[in-house]
């Protein structure tokens, strides 16, 4: 650890302090400890809103990087328009704000004892404890696709430190002129449902420039997609023969990966020879919280939605994409949307008040699909005794139409999206 | 006004099995399951095109039928099981409700 938490800057100071003056100090520290799982969008944007607006509790994250690499604008480095520094987020101006970071794995979780403990055998104690680990990769749900095969066929969809996105990348310079790039994209629920899309779509606008010969097989689970209309339009008219999509009612789902021969097999037997591939595996939550207990059967958490609770432990709060909250989407934009309600529930429940009574939760999902092109989805949704609602008439998708027509519009979300991508770092992070 | 049954009937099952195993067999036709209550954007219906019935023979003894209706989701995947008790050929036949079938056919081998 490279930094000196604030908890134990406070205990060496006490310890060089005389009696009289240590209860004060005391005082100071005693508030109430709101631990957080995870520094990615839901955990940072929880720390940060806890920070600002409960300065009473103590906040505490759990993450065993040193800085976040995000998922979001990652598909740009593979159009070549971003690089890795620009996707990577220190913790410094958390830490400053007064979030003390924990850089380690949160290895399990005590409800009972209240306690975190960590790879390096220290345990954390909380008062009420935010879980935003993420999703966890489901290795060997799809035969031939582990932890090896990703060396081979990067899923680039966990980005740790962005090494799998710079593999795909490096992998996209190689490929020789006429290669075929594969996408194997599964059923949902996935983290970033239109994620895939633009990455096809990016991955495109770099073999159109680069390697004109060069083909996009996208063998996809499903036979329908995010914002499909306007991607399919995107593609037919920015990179017309280059991208053929298979839907799973023409056979479209992967069933195993063979890294030897280079082959992705769909459900009915057709072998595709792929040159460079990606593979989305199949997800659930992250391993913390399978571990400890709050998943069902679908591999996802299922919290109140309301508080954000864990239907299945007290006092452990989850959001982001462990969470089950269909239909909002797994992405960025709701972990930091629902992160302030869930912070907000988990200290007005430990205060003895009642949580923030009609919480609105917001979601904009920008995709590039070519230079100066952006589309997005919009999705404004409430909590229900049933679960999540979206409000109806409340989003929508951006207009269909030929880019001619759209041009200005298509160029503006472009600029929409970098504006997006300012602004929720800032959020979380800043 | 409704198109061929041009979709190539896909199925998977294993080319062989031992006497008493149980076979998983899977089939999947691409077809639009169109009810014909819906419109096109420009306001005019649209036709229903409907698949009434798939059958499934084994060695020409029918073993499984599925009556399909119009709220059937498009593309109609089925899965189903059979035992098997010797060489068997099968035949896996969708039927259209204006009469029109589509067919294809595979051998499970015994071990």
Redesign the interface.
């Given at each position: 650890m490279s930094d000196i938490s604030r908890r134990n800057f406070g205990k060496f100071a006490i310890a060089g302090l005389s009696t009289l003056a240590a209860p004060s100090i005391l005082q100071a520290k005693s508030g109430a400890r709101l631990v957080i799982i995870g520094g990615g969008f839901g955990g940072a944007s929880a720390a940060r809103f806890a920070r600002t607006n409960f300065p009473h509790i103590d906040v505490t994250v759990i993450e065993p990087q040193l800085t976040f690499v995000t998922c979001p604008y990652g598909n740009l480095l593979l159009a070549g328009a971003r690089t890795l520094s620009d996707i990577t987020h220190p913790y410094g101006v958390l830490k400053r704000r007064g979030v003390i970071f924990i850089h380690d794995w949160a290895d399990a979780i005590e409800p009972d004892k209240k306690l975190v403990k960590l790879r390096s055998g220290k345990t954390v104690a909380y008062d009420k404890l935010i879980v935003s680990p993420g999703i966890g990769i489901k290795w060997g749900a799809l035969p031939g696709y582990d932890q090896a095969a990703a060396q081979i066929f990067p899923h680039a969809w966990v980005p740790e430190r962005g090494e799998q996105v710079l593999l795909l990348r490096k992998q996209l310079e190689a490929l020789p002129d006429g290669g075929v790039v594969g996408f194997a994209i599964p059923g949902n629920p996935f983290r970033c449902p239109p994620g895939p899309y633009e990455r096809i779509s990016l991955v495109a606008n770099y073999l159109k420039k680069h390697k004109p010969r060069a083909k996009i097989l996208a063998l996809d689970a499903k036979?329908a997609f995010s914002k499909q209309g306007l991607f399919q339009d995107a593609w037919n008219e920015l990179y017309p023969g280059l991208i053929e999509w298979i839907p799973?009612?023409?056979?479209g789902k992967v069933v195993s990966i063979d890294t030897k021969e280079k082959v992705f097999q769909t459900?009915?037997?057709t072998r595709h020879k792929i040159d460079v591939g990606n593979v989305i595996p199949p997800q659930s939550a992250a391993k913390i919280a399978i571990d400890a207990g709050l998943t069902n059967e679908t591999g996802f958490v299922p919290v109140n939605p309301y508080t954000f609770e864990a239907t299945k432990a007290k006092d452990i709060h989850v959001i982001g994409d462990a969470n089950i909250a269909g239909p909002m989407p797994k992405s960025g934009f709701i972990a930091n949307s629902t992160s302030k309600q869930a912070v907000a529930s988990a200290i007005a429940l430990l205060e003895g008040r009642e949580a923030p009574k009609d919480p609105i939760y917001f979601n904009t999902c920008y995709s590039h699909v070519g230079d100066d092109y952006g589309i997005s989805v919009v999705g404004v949704f409430r909590p229900s005794e049933k679960g999540f609602v979206e409000t109806p008439n409340s989003g929508g998708v951006s207009p269909r139409g030929p880019l001619a027509e759209k041009k200005t519009q298509r160029k503006l979300e472009a600029q929409y999206a970098d504006a997006w991508y300012a602004s929720i770092t800032k959020d979380a992070f800043g | 006004m409704t198109v061929p049954l041009t979709s190539r009937p896909?199925?998977?099952l294993p080319a062989s099995a031992k006497v008493g195993d149980v076979i998983e067999i899977?089939t999947?036709f691409?077809h639009p399951m169109e009810p014909g209550f819906r419109r096109a954007p420009d306001g005019q219906p649209i036709p229903r095109d409907i698949l009434a019935r798939f059958h499934a023979q084994a060695n020409g003894e029918r073993v499984v039928q599925v009556d399909l209706r119009n709220a059937t989701s498009?593309?109609p995947?089925l899965v189903f099981h059979a035992r098997i008790v010797g060489p068997t050929d099968f035949d896996f036949v969708w039927t259209h409700e204006d009469g029109r079938t589509a067919s294809t056919a595979a051998h499970v081998a015994v071990k």
């Open positions: 036979d799973g009612s023409k056979d459900e009915f037997g | 896909r199925i998977k899977r999947l691409e498009a593309n995947y």
